[in-house]
């Protein structure tokens, strides 16, 4: 009978770590460490004083289209986008709040879709028929600009990764100045789900002769809306 093979020897190896007693103290010595870094540079970066505007900024640097609005102008502000942009059929999960307030505010001419079929039952109209997909980040981080999108059934990856203009919108409430910071209030140690998605600019590539072209990877385009949530307007 032959012995393990390399990935039951690797796996061994890990198993065995997880229990090494110096492991157990350096660990959390480590965390620590980390936690006083982002601690003592959190209060100087802007980030952490204007969450918002830091967003903002930073995911116009990467070319992709933000604006702020309230809680009850961006489903007209955004129909009217997507009227002018000439979109026909958008992407999006009708069972969640935000996408019942869109759909009463889309013109009558441009048709909503639901991912409620096996990707193989319409592969081929997904990716030469549908214009866009709408998603809800569960939060942002600020300093980089980047949405943490978190997949379900109704909005698989799908949504955010195939058609070529995104369109997410993120709270002001939920945005965190750093990675470090998302981490520790989302409690990422405890769970986390099946997958995470961050989204930090529309799809970008330099591997053909160093030259920048959008759209290779993934969506061309990303709208993104910041929705004013927080006590006493936008900050």
Excluded at 61 to 70: D, E, I, L, N, Q
Excluded at 134 to 144: D, E, L, P, Q, W
Excluded at 206 to 227: C, E, F
């Amino acid at each position: 009978m032959s012995g393990p093979g390399p990935r039951e020897r690797m796996l061994g190896r890990l198993r065995a770590a997880s229990h090494d007693a110096a492991a157990t103290k350096t660990l959390p010595l480590l965390d620590h460490r980390i936690d006083v870094h982002f601690a003592r540079r959190r209060p100087h970066s802007a980030a952490a004083a204007d969450p918002v505007a830091a967003m903002q900024a930073a995911l116009t640097a990467s070319h992709a289209t933000v604006w702020r609005a309230t809680s009850d102008e961006w489903p007209a502000q955004l129909a009217q986008k997507l009227s002018e942009a000439n979109i026909r059929h958008l992407l999006l999960d009708s069972a969640r709040a935000e996408a019942a307030a869109l759909k009463a505010a889309l013109p009558a001419q441009l048709k909503t879709l639901d991912f409620d079929r096996p990707l193989e039952e319409w592969k081929s109209e997904l990716f030469s028929g549908v214009d866009a997909g709408f998603t809800v980040a569960r939060s942002g981080i600020a300093a980089t600009g980047t949405l943490i999108l978190a997949p379900d059934a109704g909005t698989p990856r799908t949504v955010s990764l195939v058609p070529p203009l995104h369109i997410a919108l993120v709270y002001a409430s939920t945005l965190h100045a750093d990675l470090h910071a998302a981490v520790h209030a989302e409690r990422w140690a405890e769970g986390m789900p099946s997958n995470l998605v961050l989204v930090s600019g529309p799809s970008k590539t330099s591997d053909i002769q160093q030259t920048l072209a959008y759209g290779a990877h993934g969506p061309r385009w990303l709208w993104v809306i910041i929705v004013d949530d927080l006590a006493g307007g936008m900050r």
